[in-house]
């Protein structure tokens, strides 16, 4: 068995969910671990780091995974890519679109792979229902609604466990509903258009808390998205979500506890409590070595999420300040060859 050393920059409250996905496959070996806090990387491997580049240079790698701020990623990458190593990099890719398409043709120029940790479209329920919809369980899709919930945004002092969500300047769009705007595309095909509104209702913080996008797909079906961080949903579960499908035919949704109905039926229900809402941290993980192993294109390959979903959440965030419907193709043109 082909064993991957690998080692992890960033320590904090979601690596810990990377950090026990990595433990559960043989085929992996997190031997180094990096933070700016040297306690948490020592509890992550056993080689510790302050230092990136020390930890780069002093290691023989396979991959990196990045799990740390957005406006860390480009120096970050370009460290890892000049050491040739494969990278796996937590969302949101980058902090604008500017840096975004710099981190792209470096990892190109560089020749390695680099894929974007987007977990949402790996949670069970959607994998699930992308087999439904591609299939015809019901029939030719229309329409589709994710409403996204949790509650803590509020308050003097909101987002406890990620307390740097306070000052950052693009906060539920580029950080929450990316998710969602990913999915969308996995189950849906390609966005070709978005129309959003936001607005920031907590003082307290810097970005917007609040928003709502409208999107509609090559194939011409139509979607909402519609998030806020100040009411759980009444049957809190492993889902952020509740979640409507329309089809031709029938309809199928996802609730909160991550179960999915046709009507009155239950058709579909997770059960395993194993790792982060429906062990997708662990599934894109393994989608990532899978991929290094084999050769196959990862499903959030850089460039294309690039122009295909990240381009999304900047179309977004250009409708809201223009107040109109902003075709992606407006955003993505300039990088085009």
Same mark, same amino acid.
């Given at each position: 068995?082909?064993?991957?050393?690998?080692?992890?920059?960033?320590?904090?409250?979601?690596?810990? /969910? %990377?950090?026990e996905?990595?433990?559960?496959?043989?085929n992996?070996? @997190?031997?180094?671990?990096?933070?700016s806090?040297?306690?948490?990387?020592?509890?992550?491997?056993?080689?510790?780091?302050?230092s990136?580049?020390?930890?780069?240079?002093?290691?023989?790698?396979?991959?990196?995974?990045?799990?740390?701020?957005?406006?860390?990623?480009?120096?970050l990458?370009?460290? $890892?890519?000049?050491?040739?190593?494969?990278?796996?990099?937590?969302?949101?890719?980058?902090?604008?679109?500017?840096?975004?398409?710099? *981190?792209?043709?470096?990892?190109?120029?560089?020749r390695?792979?680099?894929? @974007? /940790?987007?977990?949402?479209?790996?949670?069970?329920?959607?994998?699930?229902?992308?087999?439904?919809?591609?299939?015809?369980?019901?029939g $030719?899709?229309?329409?589709?609604?994710?409403?996204?919930?949790?509650?803590?945004?509020g308050?003097?002092?909101?987002?406890?466990?990620?307390?740097?969500?306070?000052?950052?300047?693009?906060l539920?769009?580029?950080?929450?509903?990316? /998710?969602?705007?990913?999915?969308?595309?996995?189950?849906?095909?390609?966005?070709?258009?978005?129309?959003?509104?936001?607005?920031?209702?907590?003082?307290?913080?810097?970005?917007?808390?609040?928003?709502?996008?409208?999107l509609? /797909?090559?194939?011409?079906?139509?979607?909402?998205?519609?998030?806020?961080?100040?009411?759980?949903?009444?049957?809190?579960?492993?889902?952020?979500?509740?979640?409507?499908?329309?089809?031709?035919?029938? $309809?199928?949704?996802?609730?909160?506890?991550?179960?999915?109905?046709?009507?009155?039926?239950? @058709?579909?229900?997770? %059960?395993?409590?194993?790792?982060?809402?429906?062990?997708?941290?662990?599934?894109?993980?393994?989608?990532?070595?899978?991929?290094?192993?084999?050769?196959?294109?990862?499903?959030?390959?850089?460039?294309?999420?690039?122009?295909?979903?990240?381009?999304?959440?900047e179309?977004?965030?250009?409708?809201?300040?223009?107040?109109?419907?902003?075709?992606?193709?407006?955003?993505? $043109?300039? *990088?085009a060859?």
């Open positions: 068995m082909n064993v991957f050393k690998g080692g992890i920059i960033g320590c904090g409250f979601f690596s810990q /969910h %990377h950090q996905a990595w433990r559960r496959m043989p992996v070996r @997190i031997v180094a671990a990096c933070d806090y040297l306690e948490r990387a020592q509890a992550a491997a056993g080689h510790a780091y302050a990136a580049d020390e930890m780069l240079n002093a290691e023989d790698l396979d991959f990196v995974d990045i799990v740390t701020r957005s406006d860390t990623h480009l120096k990458i370009s460290r $890892a890519a000049e050491k040739g190593l494969a990278i796996v990099c937590q969302k949101p890719l980058a902090p604008d679109w500017e840096i975004a398409c710099r *981190i792209v043709e470096i990892a190109a120029a560089n390695v792979r680099l894929m @974007i /940790h987007d977990n949402w479209r790996w949670q069970a329920w959607y994998r699930a229902a992308h087999k439904m919809i591609a299939r015809g369980d019901i $030719a899709p229309l329409g589709y609604g994710f409403r996204c919930r949790w509650n803590d945004g308050g003097d002092k909101p987002y406890p466990k990620q307390a740097y969500f306070r000052d950052i300047r693009r539920i769009i580029d950080e929450t509903l990316v /998710h969602h705007i990913d999915t969308a595309r996995f189950l849906f095909g390609d966005i070709l258009s978005v129309y959003a509104q936001a607005r920031r209702v907590n003082p307290r913080i810097q970005g917007e808390d609040q928003a709502i996008l409208t509609r /797909h090559a194939n011409e079906v139509v979607g909402w998205i519609d998030g806020h961080s100040f009411l759980a949903h009444e049957d809190a579960g492993p889902s952020l979500d509740e979640t409507i499908f329309d089809g031709e035919s029938g $309809a199928i949704r996802i609730t909160s506890l991550g179960e999915i109905w046709s009507g009155r039926v239950k @058709i579909w229900a997770h %059960h395993s409590l194993n790792g982060y809402r429906g062990d997708s941290v662990y599934a894109t993980l393994h989608h990532f070595i899978s991929c290094l192993e084999t050769g196959r294109p990862f499903e959030s390959e850089a460039r294309e999420y690039l122009e295909k979903t990240f381009a999304v959440v179309a977004a965030y250009a409708s809201v300040r223009s107040n109109r419907c902003v075709e992606i193709a407006e955003i993505v $043109a300039p *990088i060859p």
